[in-house]
C-alpha cells in the first residue's frame, strides 16, 4: 500500500532522510523510533506529500506522490508534532472546517462530526476555543482532524508526548481501536509505546533505516533476551553461577542487587540456574527469564557508526 524507495531529504549540505526504503500494508501499526534529529519527522512530512523528497519515491495505492499529491492526500489522516491547530476557533467550528476541506459533503459531515467527537470523547468541550483547552484535549482535537475523513493511512508524529498516563492510555486504545483495517504510523520516544502498540517497529538514526521487524525481533536483539535475572534476599555466595554451562556472563548490579546471567549463543540456561540455586540453598526472592530490554536495543541500534 505504502511502497517508499531511496527516500532522499537534504536540507542544503544537511543530510536529514537517506536512502530510506520500505513497505507497509493495511493492518501495520508501525511503530516509528529514533533518537533526537533521526529524520522521523521529516520522513512523515515527505509520506504526507507536506515536503517534497529531494529524490528517491513514494508510491501509495500504486500511485506515485509526486504526481499524484491530491488523491492521495485524500487517503491520509496527519496528525503534525505539537498537534497544530487554529486557537481561536471552538472545537466544533475546528473540525466543520476540517471536514469541509477534507471534502465531506453537507449530509454526511454533521453525522461524521458526531461519530469522532463521541470517539475521542469531546462532547463537554465543543464550544470552547481549542487555546483554551488542556494538552491532553488538544492532542484529542488533533486525532479527530486526523480522522475525520476515515482516511485509510493515519500518520502521526509523536501523539502521546506530554500527555499524562490516563490519557496516553486513551490515545493508545484508539489507535489500536482505528487499526484493524488501516495502516497506522506512530513515531515516538516511548519505547514501550512499541510494544504496547505496534506490529512492526522501524528505527531510523541519521536519517538511516536501522532496523524493520516486529517488536518480538527487536527484543530479540537485546542481549538481554533470554538473560536470566534473580534477587537474593541477602547476600551469598554466587561466584559459581558463572561457571554453570552455557551462562556466557554475569552482572551484578549493586544498587538493586540483582544478578543477570547471560546465556551463550542459543544456550537455555533456566534450569541450570534454578537447580544451583535449590541445591546451593540460594536466598533466591525473584528469578524471571527476560524478554529483552527496549532501552539497551535502542542504544546499540542507534549509535553512531564510526567510519
Ligand atoms: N526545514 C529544515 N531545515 C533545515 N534542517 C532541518 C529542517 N527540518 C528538519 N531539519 C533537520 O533535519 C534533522 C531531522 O529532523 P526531524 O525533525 O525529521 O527529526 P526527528 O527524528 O523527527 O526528531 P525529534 O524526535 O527531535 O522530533 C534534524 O537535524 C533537523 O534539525
Redesign the pocket.
Known amino acids: 500500500m505504502i511502497s517508499v524507495t531511496q527516500l532522499t ?1 537534504r ?2 549540505e ?1 543530510t ?2 537517506n536512502e530510506l526504503s520500505f513497505e507497509m500494508q493495511p493492518g501495520d501499526i508501525v511503530g516509528f523510533l ?12 515527505m509520506l504526507t506529500g507536506f515536503l517534497a523528497p529531494t529524490s528517491g519515491e513514494i508510491h501509495i495505492d500504486g500511485m506515485d506522490l509526486a504526481t499524484n499529491s491530491k488523491a492521495i492526500q485524500a487517503k491520509i489522516g496527519y496528525l503534525p ?1 505539537g498537534a497544530p491547530a487554529y486557537g481561536d476557533m471552538t472545537v466544533i467550528q475546528f473540525l466543520n472546517f476540517i471536514a469541509k476541506v477534507r471534502g465531506i459533503d453537507s449530509q454526511h459531515r454533521d453525522q461524521r462530526i458526531a461519530d469522532v467527537v463521541q470517539q475521542l470523547a469531546l462532547e463537554k468541550v465543543l464550544d470552547k476555543p481549542i487555546e483554551n483547552l488542556s494538552k491532553g484535549f488538544k492532542r484529542r482535537v488533533g486525532l479527530a482532524q486526523a480522522i475525520v475523513h476515515d482516511p485509510q493511512i493515519l500518520i502521526l ?2 501523539p502521546t508526548d506530554g500527555l499524562d498516563p490516563n490519557q496516553k492510555h486513551q490515545v493508545r486504545e484508539l489507535i489500536q481501536h482505528l487499526s484493524k483495517d488501516k495502516l497506522v504510523i506512530v ?1 515516538t ?1 516511548i519505547l514501550e509505546e512499541v510494544t504496547a502498540v505496534c506490529n512492526r517497529v522501524i528505527v ?1 538514526a541519521d ?1 538511516e533505516l536501522r532496523f524493520d521487524d516486529t517488536p518480538e525481533a527487536l527484543l530479540k536483539q537485546s542481549k538481554y533476551h533470554q538473560a536470566i535475572t534473580l534477587h537474593l534476599s541477602y547476600q551469598a555466595d554466587i561466584s559459581g553461577l558463572l561457571e554453570l554451562q552455557g551462562v556466557a556472563d554475569m552482572h551484578v548490579d549493586r544498587a538493586t542487587g540483582r544478578v543477570t546471567l547471560f546465556p551463550e549463543p542459543g544456550a537455555q540456561i533456566l534450569h541450570l540456574v534454578t537447580e544451583y540455586a535449590q541445591v546451593r540453598k540460594l536466598p533466591v526472592d525473584t528469578l524471571y527469564i527476560e524478554q529483552g530490554r527496549l532501552d539497551e536495543v535502542f542504544r546499540t541500534i542507534t549509535k553512531e557508526r564510526v567510519a
Open positions: 531529504k536540507f542544503k544537511f536529514a532522510v529514533g533518537p533526537n534529529g533521526a529524520g522521523k519527522s521529516t520522513t512523515m512530512k508534532e508524529d509523536e513515531s520516544h531510523i536519517g
